[in-house]
């Protein structure tokens, strides 16, 4: 199971929702969707979910059109919204029991699945509560529920994990997780990138409605040109203090501290040669270093990087 998104383009007047994207992700994979407010995360999954339609471009789901077949391609697809429309007058139970109907689940059968979908997101404790009365995390528990109902190998996820707890955010890594290992291809917006970094496979930077980096996550963490700094771990085996005090003199350093171990975290202007030339400098200087090491650079400080944070 795989999903397209060939150049698809959304416009809102002179707005430029979604300005001609095109990305791809796959059955077993979870895919991060990151970009500022307004950037074009919700149009544009709103669209994968067969909800709104394209000025231009498509998407397939197993090669079905999202655009000339939403009925085949809506039964692919489970969307969590960022919010769960509170009935007052329908318990959780009724809710998925409803939806259950909705997608043609008859009987026992129905029953069954209800069941185990509640099993499986931890709701059998809440099943009669009032979706009025629900917390954020517990109803965002239910929206994945119910997009789960009809078994859909692609699920797409507007900001499960806005303001959740803790403990729901934890909850709703490791249901994530799970069901990635089942085969789903999950597509998920998120702000929370340290979260984000520690389950995708992939992820998707955009802004403006256009994408700024896609693809496998290891990749664009390891493409060293969007990193204008480094960050080095240093430690010697003496001289801490004369480490520490040579590193603030030395021009291609923009900040450096000591750390209750003895390291030196020095933050250099540059990339890869500078840092050479750095390690090259103090073996020459007579430091006798025992560790040089560079911090990988993280999700959040590629997406600070590569956007502006500008708002259409």
Known sequence: ???????????????????????????????????????????????????????????????????????????????????????????????????????????????????????????????????????????????VARALLHDPPV??????????????????????????????????????LTELAEICDGVVIIEHGRILRAGKLDRILANTTDIPKRTVHIRTLDRHEELYKHLLQTPTIEKASLLVDNTVEAEVNGGEDECCDLLAGLIQYGFRVREFRQRRAGLEEIFMNVTKGEVQ
């Open 1 to 143: 199971m795989r999903v397209n998104i060939v150049h698809l383009k959304k416009y809102y007047g002179s707005t430029r929702a979604v300005d001609d994207i095109s990305f791809s992700f796959a059955s077993g994979q979870i895919f991060g969707f990151v970009g500022p407010n307004g950037a074009g995360k919700t149009t544009t999954m709103r669209i994968l979910a067969t909800l709104d339609e394209p000025l231009d471009g498509d998407a397939f789901i197993d090669g079905i059109s999202v655009i000339q077949y939403p009925d085949k391609a809506r039964k692919l697809v489970g969307y969590v919204p960022d919010n769960l429309p509170r009935h007052r007058d329908m318990s959780v139970h009724e809710y998925l029991d409803f939806f259950g109907r909705a997608y043609g689940l008859k009987g026992g059968h129905r029953r069954q699945v209800i069941d185990r979908i509640e099993e499986f997101t931890n709701l059998m404790g809440i099943r009669e509560k009032a979706l009025v009365a629900l917390s954020k995390g517990m109803a965002q528990r239910v929206s």
């Open 155 to 192: 699920l797409i996820m507007d900001e499960p994990a806005a303001g959740l707890d803790p403990r729901a955010r934890i909850e709703l890594r490791e249901l994530l997780k799970m069901l990635s290992w089942q085969g789903k291809a999950v597509l998920i917006s998120s702000h929370i």
